[in-house]
């Protein structure tokens, strides 16, 4: 293999090209990113960043040196946005194409928009900038989701001194996602600081003056975020044959399944928040938006491309973390679609608790607040290990 070509210059796309270079790889290495930015650091960008504690330098994943070191054709601010996968050719916007032996998709997800114009959403470093400025004291900031991202950002404008609405279609935030009772504790979280939560509200425009919702009703706003959940950058690869469907399908390998009845043509591999594989581990295809699994999955397609003899299924235990006020969120595994939810430590009414996932007869996730990393972090190796439900502790049922 001479020439490899990774699309998407951010978490995934940066430990694929820093693993293939780790493990020998001396060809042709292009990464591609539309961004004009070197790689940053997302996570930050709803906590530190927004919250004026830190400053975008502080975001970048790599130093230029580091980023030198290796030997990339690094082009920046400029998109993909054709694959011709029998040719091996990517297309690029500034009518170039770039051949390829093997290729790496990581291009994330960009913020699902509602109609209206004015709203900020929260993606990129110039979001977050954006948004921060805005943010001064007495400011009314209408949030539009109450998902991880909605709350993050609520809290960090609450702490400036901006006043807040939340607005949330479920009836209980985080619920599809928690279950009923952790997403009912998270949320009492905004509403004791005075953060204005509104449940079972559909917003259906943003306005001028703020956003409307179903019911006809105008709420007033200064700035309004909309932060309802994300939709996967594929559409360049339109028309290549590779199967899209909620992000890039691909095995158990991070190949790209292909849409029969074309043939296989190989060599394309997918990581990080585009990418819907499957996960052995959970028996079930599945798309997280996580960022030690952009990383993680980074590193093992460039293996699995790379070494193809002697691959391996990228099968992990996917982890997240969340800061909100003064609560750290962290979750193992698997949790949408859980049975069962038990609290194993800790007390709920507190904010500092394990709960555990049951999914079918097995443990699939565990979340914890204001604990320990050390007190979630055995129930990480019961899932990995695929423990039956009923061996674990003793638990409440909620
Ligand atoms: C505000 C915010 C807060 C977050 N907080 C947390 C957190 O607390 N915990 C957690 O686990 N995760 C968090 N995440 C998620 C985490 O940041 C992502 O999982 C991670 O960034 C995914 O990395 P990625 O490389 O797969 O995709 P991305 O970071 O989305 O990068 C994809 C890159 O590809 C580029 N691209 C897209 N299309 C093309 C194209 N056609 N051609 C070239 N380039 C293209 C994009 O512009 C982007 O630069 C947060 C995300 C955001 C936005």
């Keep these: ?168 279609p479920a009836a209980v935030p985080l619920a599809h996602a928690v279950g009923t009772a952790v997403g009912q504790v998270l949320s009492r979280a905004h509403v004791e600081r005075g953060v204005d939560l509104r449940c079972g509200v559909t917003v259906t425009e943003v306005t001028e003056d703020g956003v409307r919702l179903a019911d006809g009703t105008v709420i007033d706003a200064d700035e309004v975020l909309v932060a309802v959940g994300s939709l996967p950058n594929t559409e360049w690869l339109d028309g290549s044959g590779l199967p899209v469907g909620d992000g890039l399908v691909c095995d158990e390998f991070c190949e790209a399944a292909w849409e029969s009845p074309r043939p296989k043509v190989g060599g394309v591999y997918a990581a990080g928040d585009v990418a819907r594989w499957y996960n052995p581990l959970f028996g079930t295809s599945m798309r997280v938006e996580h960022r030690t699994n952009a990383a993680e999955q980074g590193m093992a397609a460039a293996r699995n491309l790379l070494r193809p003899e002697a691959r391996k299924p990228f099968a992990p235990v996917p982890y997240f973390w969340s800061d909100q006020y003064d609560m750290k969120v962290q979750a193992y595994g698997f949790l949408r679609g859980h049975d069962e939810v038990a609290v194993v430590d800790g007390d709920l009414a507190e904010r500092r608790f394990v709960a555990v996932y049951r999914t079918g007869d097995r443990v699939s996730g565990a979340l914890a607040v204001g604990m320990p990393p050390k007190a979630i972090r055995l129930w990480r190796q019961a899932i990995a290990a695929g423990a039956a439900w009923s061996s674990t502790l003793r638990h409440v049922t909620l």
């Design 1 to 168: 293999m001479r020439r490899i070509v990774v699309v998407g210059a951010s978490a995934a796309g940066l430990a694929a090209v820093e693993t293939l270079r780790r493990e020998g790889y001396d060809g042709t290495l292009t990464l591609v990113g539309d961004e004009p930015r070197a790689p940053y650091d997302r996570p930050p960008l709803s906590k530190q960043l927004l919250a004026a504690q830190w400053e975008p330098d502080r975001l970048a994943l790599r130093t230029p040196d580091d980023l030198a070191g290796l030997g990339l054709d690094l082009r920046l601010g400029v998109a993909a946005t054709g694959l011709e996968p029998v040719d091996r050719t990517v297309r690029l916007a500034d009518g170039s194409d770039l051949p390829y032996d093997g290729l790496v998709v990581a291009t994330g997800v960009r913020p699902r928009r509602l109609p209206g114009e004015g709203a900020h959403v929260l993606r990129t470093l110039d979001d977050a900038l954006t948004l921060r400025e805005r943010l001064t004291p007495g400011r009314h900031l209408v949030v539009v989701g109450a998902g991880f991202l909605g709350a993050e950002a609520a809290a960090v404008a609450w702490g400036l001194g901006a006043h807040v609405t939340l607005l949330e």
